[in-house]
């Protein structure tokens, strides 16, 4: 049974002082605590209830919805090799205790077994976890009896018994800083008020995780769980949030980010226990879904004269927006609401739809096809999210979109064309290595697949690969392929065919389309990796590079087994970048350079500056291209980063950042002479932090057309 790190399952008796309670508290630290169990959960020693036993089933369905049906689906069929069927499984009502034991405590197998994991559900009060198992029973079971509460009641004692120092539940997915939760203040951390507790919670889950995850267990960055915070103490704590650390630790403190109260709230808030809070099912998922323009009321071809491939997209992290600029007459077309802290964009494969995932789990559907560009359904996947992917397959354009959640670490798939939510797959499970089950595997990536119709989806910390199919939405069958743990976000090759993605466990993941298998992992120095770029190497023929934030260098990968075997998924070249810090690379087949940021160098001369490689001449090095000072801002950090071709390969188009009370801009240079073409400083241009040309949105590609650049 899987461990939880934190103090009440290391430190004998803690008092609890309860804050706010929707839900039970997954673990008990001492037998004294067992009312509170068997109480605060809503379960009581009452006689059950003897109502209308239709009645009792439809109760006991909603609970299913609620509880089960991300895993083993609203029909119960669960999906194959993840999840298993709860349908005519004779076996599940063998023994009535163990079927409350399995919902109860979960159940695990050893690492070499290849089953699924159930995790443990003890945090549902008895009535919850009797009128499910009720349901089951008779709607997909053998029949009989109805589980009563006295029953349950019952096997959460004996397994109290057998676990006097607590069985830890694995904990269920938080709605985070806005939702009600359960959260305890306990004697063993530092002195707080309830409203103090609340306010450093609205900043943990604003600031910090996703890096170090809302469990606090630690992604990205370090784990901060109480047992840990509690040794480390208040004022070291606090001088590491104000300072930040040469690992990645941002200094929110001397960066003006967070005053010296907040700080000292983070510090007090993170050496008390993890706060517990309330799920996402897809009926919620449905409640918050919002149709501003019916299908049937758009217009079937652009109400503009705009050319949709050349038009360019900005995320306006800070003011909740989008901005559509026209590429030729770098006009501002429009700026178009989203949730808050846009981060990732997808286009259709036709190019008319934008799908804009944010970080707060908002995702928004942008038309393009209107007289001026709007938004005409939005939905929330999750409360924290990352990754957004289209349907490409021919015949399934525009028809399909799959985003990924950090947290509830979930899928949901959804239609194209109006957001309406369709599938929702949860992603917790065992790691790759089979040595553990995680509850928290967040979804880093999400692309749509050009050899089969279905979708790629990266859960980080398992090291899986979901190839979520599209083609049948009511019998999900994903295929689950085992990769390298720690996966990021990829890009395709050249034939686009094989799917690279730099992991941090410095490896490169190198996933065969066609075949649906890993076709090599190949060992690199590849730990905060971009998405990547392929090109045609002079020397290597088709590669793949990516740059990192932790280094210094461009790693290239050979991705042709077939014409250049010799090179095919090894390392051929560590190029020297002007520093640490990258964030994006780019390349064009009509261009002969390679372009990369450094925008999170410590060196201002660095990160307001690209450099440019000549892919023709890769060890001359790099040109220098001081892209800030074209911009002519005046004071402000000016971070430069995402270097995106316009559609013909003639035009980079860059970023420079500010905070949103300094202005910031576009500027775009000629990528044959590197000159400065247009700085656009429009007033609107807030925050800007990502862009990319529609073309580029939707796929598009010159390779299949005109040859690549000689």
């Not at 089950?437 to 899986?464: C, L, M, N, Q, W």
Request: aromatic residues 8%; proline residues 8%.
């Amino acid at each position: 049974m899987p461990a939880r790190a934190g103090a009440l399952n290391s430190r004998a008796k803690p008092e609890l002082a309860e804050v706010s309670s929707n839900i039970v508290t997954p673990y008990i630290a001492c037998p004294k605590m067992l009312w509170l169990l068997l109480f605060s959960a809503g379960c009581s020693f009452a006689m059950v209830s003897h109502a209308d036993s239709d009645e009792q089933q439809l109760a006991g369905h909603e609970l299913y919805l609620q509880q089960c049906a991300r895993c083993h689906q609203r029909d119960g069929t669960g999906i194959e090799g993840l999840y298993p069927t709860l349908r005519n499984a004779p076996s599940l009502w063998l023994d009535r205790a163990s079927a409350i034991r399995g919902v109860l405590a979960g159940r695990s197998h050893a690492p070499e077994v290849n089953a699924p994991i159930m995790p443990t559900h003890g945090y549902l009060g008895n009535e919850t976890i009797a009128a499910t198992l009720s349901f089951l029973l008779k709607e997909w079971g053998p029949g009989g009896a109805m589980y009563t509460t006295e029953e349950v009641a019952a096997e959460r004692l004996k397994l109290l018994a057998d676990h006097p120092s607590s069985y830890p539940a694995m904990p269920d997915q938080s709605p985070l800083a806005q939702m009600g939760a359960v959260q305890y203040i306990t004697t063993e951390g530092p002195p707080m008020a309830v409203a103090e507790f609340n306010r450093a919670r609205e900043l943990y889950y604003g600031r910090c995780t996703g890096c170090h995850g809302v469990l606090r267990e630690g992604t990205a960055g370090n784990p901060l769980t109480p047992d840990l915070m509690r040794s480390r103490g208040t004022e070291y704590l606090q001088t590491v949030i104000n300072y930040g650390s040469s690992t990645g630790m941002p200094n929110w403190g001397t960066s003006e980010q967070l005053s010296g109260e907040d700080i000292s709230l983070l510090a007090r808030f993170l050496q008390h226990p993890v706060p517990q809070a309330p799920d996402m099912t897809e009926a919620d998922i449905r409640n918050t879904w919002e149709l501003y323009v019916p299908v049937e009321d758009r217009p079937k071809t652009p109400q503009h004269n705009y050319a949709i491939d050349e038009l360019f997209v900005v995320t306006l992290h800070d003011v909740a927006e989008i901005a559509i600029i026209d590429g030729p007459t770098r006009r501002l077309v429009a700026t178009v609401p989203t949730g808050r802290g846009p981060h990732r964009i997808r286009g259709s494969a036709s190019g008319r739809y934008l799908y804009v995932i944010c970080r707060d789990g908002s995702l928004t559907l942008v038309d393009l096809y209107a007289a001026t560009p709007q938004r005409v359904a939005q939905v929330r996947i999750g409360y924290e999210a990352r990754a957004v992917g289209a349907s490409r397959y021919p015949g399934y354009e525009d028809r399909f979109v799959l985003a990924g959640a950090y947290w509830p670490p979930q899928l949901v798939l959804l239609d194209g064309a109006s957001l309406a939510p369709i599938k929702l797959v949860s992603t917790r499970g065992r790691t790759a290595n089979g040595d553990r089950y995680h509850p928290e595997p967040r979804v880093t990536d999400v692309a749509g697949s050009h050899a089969h119709p279905e979708f790629i989806a990266h859960i980080k910390e398992t090291g899986r690969v979901y190839l979520f199919p599209y083609y049948e939405t009511e019998q999900l069958r994903l295929v689950d392929v085992t990769a390298t743990a720690e996966l990021r976000s990829g890009s395709f090759s050249t034939d686009r065919r094989y799917y690279l993605t730099p992991t941090d466990s410095n490896a490169v993941s190198v996933l065969d389309t066609e075949t649906q298998t890993i076709a090599a992992e190949v060992p690199a120095q590849v730990f905060g990796g971009s998405s990547g770029t392929s090109y045609l190497d002079p020397e290597f023929g088709p590669v793949w590079s990516t740059s990192t934030m932790l280094t210094d260098k461009i790693i290239s990968i050979g991705t042709d087994p077939d014409n250049h075997p010799e090179h095919a998924w090894k390392q051929v070249r560590a190029l020297q970048a002007p520093g640490s810090g990258s964030m994006f690379l780019a390349s064009h087949p009509r261009s002969s350079n390679l372009w990369v940021d450094t925008p999170l160098n410590s060196d201002a001369g660095v990160s307001q500056g690209v450099a440019v490689f000549n892919r023709h001449n890769l060890n001359a090095g790099y040109k220098t291209v001081a892209v800030a000072a074209m911009a002519k801002l005046g004071p402000g950090p000016k971070r430069v980063l995402q270097p995106s071709f316009d559609p013909a390969g003639k035009e980079v188009w860059l970023v420079v950042w500010n905070p949103q009370d300094l202005n910031s801009a576009i500027v775009v240079i000629d990528d044959h002479n590197l000159q400065p073409l247009a700085v656009l400083d429009d007033p609107r241009i807030i925050t800007p932090t990502r862009i990319y040309s529609v073309a580029q949105l939707r796929g598009y590609s010159p390779r299949n057309n005109p040859k690549e650049a000689p």
